[in-house]
């Protein structure tokens, strides 16, 4: 099954229309964000398994890329994410960074890249969320990083993530593919 990603060129619109639409499509992506870091801290249970949460950060991730034409659009839910993080209990101090760092990275990847099937844009959805453990285990001085490393090591931590980050893909591609909600 191929993909198709969308195009950023539209017919030409007025102004005043095209402000709108791009503010409604901005205040929805950034909504999409702080949703999925609401539902994170609003489904803290306890699994004891690094990288569980990002079944629902990179389904949301996904499924907003999925369903903008903006080029960016990751990056702006994950400025959604990172803006509530702070005030909703996250004692990582680099969680609103790897919020960003992961919009940021998956933007690029399908600027790079330009997957064209469903299965490169879930291996990228993972590969996006390693990115966290990665640079928690770079910096080394949060005690989330060291906790996590020194209790289930390195290799463990980074297969859990990409794990996490590949079924979050899967399920942020499968609900884009059934259900449309346009964020143009």
Same mark, same amino acid.
């Given at each position: +099954?191929? !993909? ?9 619109? =007025?102004?005043? !229309? ?19 870091? &609401? ?10 398994? =690094? ?7 990179? /389904?949301?991730? #996904?499924?907003?890329? +999925? @369903? ?10 994950? %400025?959604?994410?990172?803006? %509530?993080? =702070? ?12 919020? #960003?760092?992961?919009?940021? /990275? ?8 330009? =997957?064209?099937? !469903?299965?490169?844009?879930?291996? +990228?959805? /993972?590969?996006?969320? !390693? ?8 910096? +080394? ?9 020194? @209790? ?6 980074? &297969?859990?993530? $990409? ?6 893909? $899967? ?10 909600? @346009?964020? @143009?």
């Amino acid at each position: +099954m191929s !993909l198709s990603i969308r195009n950023e060129t539209t017919q030409a619109e =007025p102004a005043s !229309l095209s402000r709108k639409i791009s503010f409604r499509s901005t205040l929805l992506l950034l909504t999409m964000g702080a949703f999925a870091t &609401l539902v994170q801290a609003g489904l803290r249970f306890p699994l004891h398994i =690094p990288g569980h949460q990002g079944l629902i950060w990179m /389904a949301i991730l #996904i499924y907003a890329r +999925m @369903n903008s034409s903006y080029r960016f659009s990751a990056v702006i839910c994950s %400025v959604g994410a990172a803006s %509530v993080s =702070p005030f909703l209990g996250f004692h990582d101090p680099f969680a609103a960074f790897s919020f #960003i760092l992961s919009g940021l /990275a998956l933007d690029l990847g399908f600027i790079a890249f330009a =997957p064209k099937r !469903l299965g490169m844009v879930a291996l +990228m959805g /993972a590969v996006v969320f !390693l990115a966290q453990p990665l640079l928690q285990s770079l910096i +080394m001085s949060t005690p989330n990083a060291l906790f996590h490393t020194a @209790n289930f090591g390195l290799p463990y931590l980074l &297969l859990t993530h $990409l794990a996490f980050g590949f079924t979050g893909s $899967l399920i942020g591609l499968g609900l884009a593919k059934t259900k449309h909600i @346009n964020c @143009n």
